[in-house]
C-alpha cells in the first residue's frame, strides 16, 4: 500500500507524553457541517475559547485515519499514529501538517477550527483528498479510494506555530546540531588516541589514517579493480556498540558487491579493500575523514571514527 509514503510530507517525529484515549475511539454522535468551511466534523473534546491556527501556520497533530479497504470491509486503519513501532520509543508518531487549504471541506480547514488540546473526528472526501490535497493523477489514485466516499480522521491537536516559530525553530535545531558536530570534531583526536592507547598502543596509521589493529592474512589473490567481492563485517563504536553488520539472519551472512575505486562506499573501506587478499580478515579503526565525516549518517554522529572487523570471504574476478 502507498498510503504512508504519500504522506510523508506530512510526518514529524515528536515524543508525547500523554494522549487522550478517547483520540482512538473516535467518540459518538451525531457529524455536523461547517457552514463557513463545508467541513464534516464532531468534536470529542472542545475549548470553545481557545486560540486556533490560521491558514499557513503549522500543525502537530496524532491521527487515526480509517476507511474501508479494497474489499470495502469497514474500519480499516491506514495511519495510527498510536501504533508501536511507527514512532519513537513511546509508539507514537507526531505528524506536522502545513495547514493550507486544499480544497473545501479539506481536513486542513477541520483541523484550524480546533483549539490546542482538542479531538475531533473529520469526514474527508477521498477523491478530493487524493487528488487535491496529495495531487494524485487520476488514473493512479489507489483502488482501495473507490470504497470510501469519505475517510475518517480523528485528530488530537497537539500544538500549532505560525510558518516564522517554525523556522525560528528548526534554525536553533540547527545550530544545537552544529554545536554538537563541533565539540565532536574537537574531541575526536583525542577519543581515538585514548582507544589505541588503551587497546593498542604500538599501532601507527597507515597513509591513508587508516589503523590496522589486527590483520590476518589471507593465501588467496588481491583484490583487483572490478572484482566481485563477497565481504562479511561487524561496524561498531569506540565503545563496542555494533551498528551495524553483514550477518543479518534470515540467510544474510555476507556482503557482495563489485569493487571500484568509484564504488558507493565510506574511503576508509576502498582504501582497506584495495589492499586485501581473499581469505584475509582485519580488524580497523577508520577516522571520520576517511567514514562519513561531518554529515554522519543515520545514528552514526558526524566526526565519529569507526571499528570494522572485516573478512574478505570470496573474490570473483571480472570477465
Known sequence: MRTRTTINYLFFSFAVATILTSC????????????????????????ENGAKPTDGSFAKVVMLWTGKNVKGDADTVFID?????????????????????????CLEQGIMMM??????????????????????????????????????FTIKLVSFQTQQEMMAERQAEMQKRMEAASVRKTQEPA??????????????????????????????REVKEGDSLEV??????????????????????????????????????????????????VTVLI?????????GRGQIQPYTPLIFDMELVGITSKK
Not at 475511539?25 to 470529542?44: A, C, H, L, P
Request: proline share 5%; glycine share 12%; hydrophobic share 30%.
Open 24 to 47: 482512538k475511539g473516535g467518540g459518538s454522535g451525531d457529524f455536523k457541517t461547517d457552514e463557513t468551511t463545508g467541513v464534516q466534523y464532531r468534536f470529542i473534546n472542545h475549548d
Open 81 to 105: 499514529s498510536h501504533k508501536k513501532g511507527m514512532g519513537d520509543s513511546n509508539g507514537v508518531l507526531m505528524q506536522a501538517i502545513p495547514l493550507k487549504k486544499s480544497f473545501t471541506g
Open 287 to 295: 577516522p571520520s575523514n576517511m567514514a562519513y565525516g561531518p554529515q
Open 232 to 281: 562479511g563485517y561487524v561496524g561498531h563504536f569506540l565503545d563496542g556498540s555494533i551498528f551495524d553488520q553483514s550477518d543479518k539472519g534470515a540467510g544474510t551472512r555476507t556482503f557482495k558487491f563489485q569493487y571500484t575505486k568509484q564504488v558507493a562506499l565510506i574511503k576508509g573501506w576502498i582504501s582497506v579493500l584495495g589492499k586485501m587478499h581473499e581469505g584475509e580478515k
Open 115 to 152: 483549539a490546542k488540546g482538542d479531538s475531533a473526528v473529520f469526514k474527508i472526501n477521498s477523491d478530493s483528498l487524493y487528488l487535491k490535497t496529495f495531487h494524485y493523477p487520476a488514473n493512479r489514485i489507489p483502488a482501495f479510494v473507490k470504497s470510501n466516499p469519505t475517510f475518517n
Open 191 to 220: 577519543d581515538i588516541a585514548a582507544y589505541l592507547q588503551k587497546n593498542a598502543p604500538n599501532v601507527k596509521p597507515d597513509a591513508d589514517s587508516i589503523f590496522y589493529l589486527k590483520d590476518t592474512k589471507g593465501k588467496g
